[in-house]
């Protein structure tokens, strides 16, 4: 029962974090080890930034009317 409710609420939060934008950084370290094992991985904060930016910009505007 408890497991059950621990991975109903992962999946929850989860797709909360998704519907407002924040990058699942977990998902991300999981897929660096198994597809690029050699590689380093970002921190937090960089991988925090650098979502940030690919989603909103860097400082520019991203719609047409500029």
Known sequence: MF???QKATR???ESARLMVGVPDYDNYV???ALKSP???VMSY???FRERQEA???RGKCNT???
Request: aromatic share 20%; with cysteine.
């Open 38 to 40: 050699g590689e380093p």
């Open 64 to 66: 047409r009317c500029c």
């Open 11 to 13: 999946f929850f939060r």
């Open 30 to 32: 999981a897929q660096m």
């Open 55 to 57: 989603r909103f910009g």
């Open 45 to 47: 904060e960089d991988f």
């Open 3 to 5: 497991g059950k409710l």
